[in-house]
């Protein structure tokens, strides 16, 4: 039994000192099931991405969906965690009870509220996701560890520096044209490739302009089976959906080989019999820079090393062969860890129904996305297709 997206809904990323958790969640679903034109009856269940892991109080969130909709009071209600991955944890969780037949419609919703606490505790609860029991973990968190990739991969191929720069550069122009993201601002090659005071190494080689945002925000979708998706006006198909995790302590692998994308990528292509020149753009995880320009070998756009190319000769520009995040990725949407996933797959939805606005690729009918869990741990690969 297949499944399709048949419904969505993206809140603006940002800081929102004003909206609870609970009122990210409410509001996104709430928007979802309207844009499907449901009632909260016909609904099987609900999927809630997110990961707290101490963010904010709420941490049993699952029942929270019910407030979308009184008819979804009684309806099975889970909250799924997979780090950054959390989005696409929850969409594959009920793509699981549909294709069992447990469920016809499912409502998923990705929403983190990550500013109610320090920049140093968002690190210190995202660095939680790394594995802290081994000797020798990056210091620094996740910024530590994806510089320590970075390095790794520098150090086998080169100093690929200003193109990681002209990654974002490229993600912070494209984010201009994106109504829902964070930060919608072009800041530039040369700001991004210059260290100042404004923009300060993090971690070498990674500087601010290399690392995602830590945002608030909320998206949503509703899925049906592809039977029932016939009754509803629009679908997106899900053609292949291909989950890989590798190990989680960063000395029992390479982590900058992106061995688990790779196969994730690989296994999704294949499953949807084609092959990465047939997809019209990828929406792809740019927790750090580094990250997208392994995600282009990952997807085998380029052999390993060559990466830099696909950035420097403009194949992964809005305009290019395969534009990559034309909806700015996480580096300019934002990157709040239970939405991202969520929030991917809508932005993919859009843009195969022509929807997408100022963000539109043309012509889009076959898309691929790539969210992440932790440095390359828990990695989804999703092919999507337009359906009608």
């Not at 009122?23 to 099987?44: H, M, P, S, T």
């Not at 941490?59 to 209600?77: M, Y």
């Not at 090659?189 to 260290?195: P, S």
């Not at 380029?302 to 420097?312: P, T």
Request: aromatic letters at 6%; hydrophobic letters at 45%.
């Amino acid at each position: 039994m297949g499944v399709a997206i048949v419904g969505w809904a993206h809140l603006p990323f940002g800081r929102f000192d004003g909206a609870s958790l609970e009122d990210l969640i409410v509001r996104a679903g709430r928007e979802a099931v309207k844009d499907a034109g449901l009632q909260g009856e016909k609904i099987d269940g609900t999927w809630l991405g997110n990961l707290n892991g101490g963010l904010v109080p709420d941490i049993f969130a699952s029942s929270l969906t019910l407030n979308c909709s009184d008819g979804l009071r009684w309806k099975p209600a889970v909250r799924v965690e997979n780090a950054c991955a959390s989005g696409a944890a929850a969409i594959y969780s009920a793509c699981d009870a549909i294709e069992a037949g447990r469920a016809r419609i499912a409502l998923v919703i990705g929403a983190e509220k990550m500013t109610d606490v320090s920049g140093e505790d968002v690190t210190r609860i995202l660095g939680n996701c790394a594995y802290s029991g081994e000797a020798g973990n990056p210091p620094g968190g996740f910024p530590g560890i994806f510089a320590s990739i970075a390095q790794d991969y520098f150090a086998e191929y080169g100093d690929h520096s200003s193109a990681l720069a002209r990654i974002a550069a490229k993600n912070h122009a494209n984010g201009v044209d994106n109504p829902w993201a964070h930060m919608r601002r072009d800041l530039g090659f040369e700001f991004c490739n210059t260290v100042s005071e404004k923009n300060p190494m993090i971690a070498p080689p990674l500087r601010k302009t290399d690392c995602s945002l830590i945002s608030d925000g909320a998206a949503a979708l509703v899925l049906a089976s592809s039977d029932a998706a016939a009754d509803f006006p629009r679908a997106v198909s899900i053609r292949t959906r291909v989950q890989v995790n590798d190990y989680l302590p960063l000395g029992r692998r390479h982590a900058a080989s992106f061995e688990g994308p790779k196969r994730a990528w690989r296994g999704a292509l294949e499953r949807a019999g084609c092959a990465v020149d047939d997809l019209s753009f990828a929406e792809v995880h740019d927790c750090f820079t580094i990250a997208e320009l392994l995600s282009y070998e990952a997807m085998g756009l380029a052999a390993a090393g060559q990466g830099h190319r696909l950035i420097e000769e403009g194949v992964v520009a809005r305009g290019g062969r395969l534009p990559v995040n034309a909806s700015g990725g996480l580096k300019a949407k934002g990157h709040p860890i239970g939405a991202t996933g969520v929030s991917m797959h809508v932005i993919a939805a859009m843009q195969l129904t022509n929807t997408a606005g100022a963000m539109q690729v043309p012509d889009a009918s076959l898309a691929g996305v790539f969210n992440m869990g932790g440095s390359a741990v828990a990695s989804y690969v999703s092919i999507l297709e337009r359906s009608r």
